[in-house]
């Protein structure tokens, strides 16, 4: 981050400016134009950390912004930025360039080598030299630990391999052939066995017991990184001649030359099944080999440079490092982009990931050992398993969401967002879903006319209402629990609960209806739909009691929790705020949108959410209607919302087939404003720069 942006350039001399007048009455009023010109800077910079992925800077941002203005934006910002922000555990300085590191097979234990000829192990939770192995005459620049842990390998120049017991400080093995600087090492997965590459272009098996040669093998430049498959049989080798070179072990010769890559290949690696390979090279790109044939299944590319990377055993995320001091996190399934850290003031040479994949290291030109630690618990999640677009979703209980579809109907159980387990509950397409107060009963809406209502805890069949006319593209149940209500084409159908008897038809609508909802005290009922109106009845009564013109069809209702307000949405319409009473339009939101699909209120009825043809999620704070941020993720339009009954997950449904979760409780209650902001900075490694509003990596 080395300048302001032009905008900030421009709100930081008018900053200036304004600190300049006399502590005066106007001086005061100066006071308050500077506070909203800091926040409104902070604000602006928070925006594009978090664009750019820079996760810890964008919430030290937001966190600043809020101590001078603590708006809903900058309350939102700082939430999901400190989600997804990794944390800097330790650092560590050398006399050098910080070479080579690798992680204990149990992840506990750090070795790191560089310039100053020294091998270091580390405890990783608390950043305590463990021992010093002396010995080398140079630069290191690989290190490896044995499958048991207990040995240790390093190399570097002039070619020389020692193998230390670390725990006792001592050398139990040398061993010498290579004629120039070894870049790579690695055990086999027995132990049994070392690999090594290096510049005199040769990759060479050893005996572990013996200390012998076994094998050699040659590229035509300089080896840089080598690793062994899971069950031993083959060795992948990297290399300047921009190829990686697969070796059958057994029958000691070439078994694939994996080629495409534009410059040299800096790592590599075999996932844990033994079926891909990754490689990652200096011209931007990771690749993805199959293990078997050889043949190249996937290339992802981003903008930033490849020095090193590091994936994790099944291939789900890279921690990749680059020469302008960067280092970045990619979800090795699809390329996207996870974070991004400005992490060294010059070229990142080594990167290593801890077994479990959640502490990472970088090793920076500059001697700057750091070791980091990404959120164990992710901010959200993208489900899949649907093979239709999900139309419907509903909270059965705090830990299970229900997703409806034309494949059926869906159970996610989410006590585990790292492995969110799910299965179907039948094939029945399912338009609408709605879960009784009590959360004992499930109401699903189908596209035949019928309603079936389930147990919601084993889904066991309990009520099949039938009757409406057309599909049924909304349920809801009253407040108490006795009414169930279905949309029809047009009239709105009425059971008693739980024994599903008839009550009675609400008719007036002259098309399709898409929404219902009950105000909280069950006694009014609003409905939408595709007659362009919005209506609200007396349930009691059957009778109509306002009549509110959209203009255009509508596709979602929603009372506020103390029933004053209506909210409606729809296509080609803003989202429209009304006097639920009277019928007055109170405000409007979002104007110019496409489309709105859907509607949820947050339980405490503090924040409504929105979705739509703009493919994306808003969310409004409630009653001032200012946007307090969006949430991206799903392709396609956005068809169902909903909230879970405490309010800490939002879930969205979109018609890419996909449900995803968001964590709302750090978004919607994040620290109180001005509070903290010291700790951030040196949670996530940061140098704050008041002056001149900067905010960088130490």
């Not at 910080?98 to 992840?107: I, K, N």
């Not at 890419?656 to 040196?682: K, M, N, Y």
Request: glycine fraction near 12%.
């Amino acid at each position: 981050m080395k300048c302001l942006k032009p905008r900030w350039g421009v709100l930081a001399l008018l900053l200036a400016s304004c600190a300049a007048h006399e502590p005066t009455r106007a001086g005061e009023r100066d006071d308050a134009v500077a506070r909203d010109l800091r926040a409104r800077i902070y604000l602006a910079k928070g925006e594009a950390a978090a664009e750019s992925r820079q996760w810890g800077v964008a919430a030290a941002s937001f966190a600043i912004a809020r101590a001078s203005q603590d708006s809903l934006a900058a309350r939102w910002g700082q939430g999901q930025a400190s989600g997804r922000a990794s944390t800097l555990r330790w650092t560590q300085s050398f006399e050098g360039s910080v070479l080579a590191v690798a992680f204990s097979p149990d992840g506990r234990v750090l070795a790191s080598a560089g310039y100053d000829s020294v091998v270091r192990l580390w405890d990783v939770d608390h950043g305590g030299l463990l021992a010093e192995l002396k010995g080398h005459t140079a630069e290191v620049h690989a290190v490896a630990f044995a499958p048991d842990g207990r040995w240790l390998a390093s190399a570097g120049r002039p070619g020389e391999i020692r193998v230390w017991d670390w725990r006792q400080g001592r050398q139990v093995a040398l061993y010498q052939g290579h004629t120039d600087v070894v870049r790579g090492l690695a055990f086999s997965p027995g132990g049994e066995r070392l690999a090594s590459g290096g510049l005199d272009k040769t990759v060479r098996i050893w005996s572990v017991a013996t200390g012998a040669e076994h094998l050699r093998f040659e590229h035509d430049e300089h080896v840089i990184a080598v690793a062994f498959s899971t069950d031993g049989q083959r060795l992948l080798s990297t290399s300047m001649d921009r190829s990686a070179r697969v070796w059958d072990l057994e029958a000691r010769k070439e078994a694939h030359r994996l080629i495409g890559h534009e410059e040299k290949v800096e790592s590599g690696a075999f996932s844990l099944d033994g079926q891909r390979i990754m490689t990652a090279a200096a011209d931007h790109a990771l690749r993805f080999w199959d293990a078997r044939s050889g043949q190249l299944v996937n290339v992802l590319r981003n903008s930033g440079d490849v020095s090193a990377a590091a994936i994790d055993p099944a291939f789900t995320l890279v921690v990749q490092a680059g020469w302008d001091g960067r280092v970045q996190l990619v979800d090795a399934r699809g390329g996207a982009l996870l974070e991004r850290l400005d992490a060294h003031r010059g070229f990142v040479m080594c990167v290593a990931l801890s077994p479990d994949g959640y502490t990472f290291v970088s090793g920076g030109m500059e001697g700057v050992l750091k070791v980091w630690s990404r959120p164990r618990a992710p901010l959200d999640v993208l489900l899949r398993g649907h093979e239709a677009w999900v139309e419907a979703l509903a909270f059965s209980q705090e830990q299970e969401l229900l997703s409806g579809a034309e494949d059926g109907l869906r159970r996610w159980r989410l006590a585990d967002w790292s492995s969110v387990a799910s299965s179907a509950e039948g094939t029945e397409a399912v338009g609408s879903l709605a879960v009784s107060p009590d959360r004992r009963l499930v109401a699903a809406g189908t596209l035949k006319g019928r309603v079936r209502v389930l147990e919601a805890g084993s889904g066991r069949p309990l009520l099949d209402l039938s009757g409406v006319n057309g599909s049924v593209r909304a349920v809801a149940f009253s407040p108490d629990g006795k009414t169930l209500a279905a949309a029809g084409d047009p009239d709105i159908h009425l059971w008693s609960l739980p024994e599903g008897t008839p009550v009675g038809r609400l008719q007036g609508h002259m098309g399709k209806l898409w929404a219902l909802a009950f105000d909280a005290t069950g006694h009014r009922l609003a409905s939408g739909g595709a007659d362009k109106t919005v209506r609200t009845w007396d349930v009691a009564t059957r009778q109509p009691l306002l009549r509110l013109e959209a203009g255009e069809r509508v596709r979602a209702v929603a009372f506020t929790p103390s029933g004053d307000r209506l909210v409606t949405a729809g296509m080609r319409q803003p989202l429209r705020v009304w006097d639920a009473v009277q019928g007055r339009l109170l405000q409007t939101l979002d104007e110019g949108t496409a489309g709105i699909l859907s509607l949820a209120l947050s339980p405490d009825g503090r924040f409504l959410a929105s979705g739509g043809l703009d493919a994306e999620v808003k969310v409004w704070g409630l009653p001032s209607g200012e946007l307090m941020g969006r949430v991206g993720g799903q392709q396609g339009f956005l068809s169902a919302l909903a909230f879970s009954p405490d309010g800490t997950v939002m879930a969205s449904a979109a018609s890419d087939r996909t449900v995803h979760l968001l964590g709302f409780q750090a978004l919607a209650h994040p620290p109180p404003a001005g509070t903290g902001i010291e700790d951030l900075l040196r949670r996530h490694g940061l140098l704050w720069d008041e002056a001149h509003f900067l905010l960088q990596h130490r």
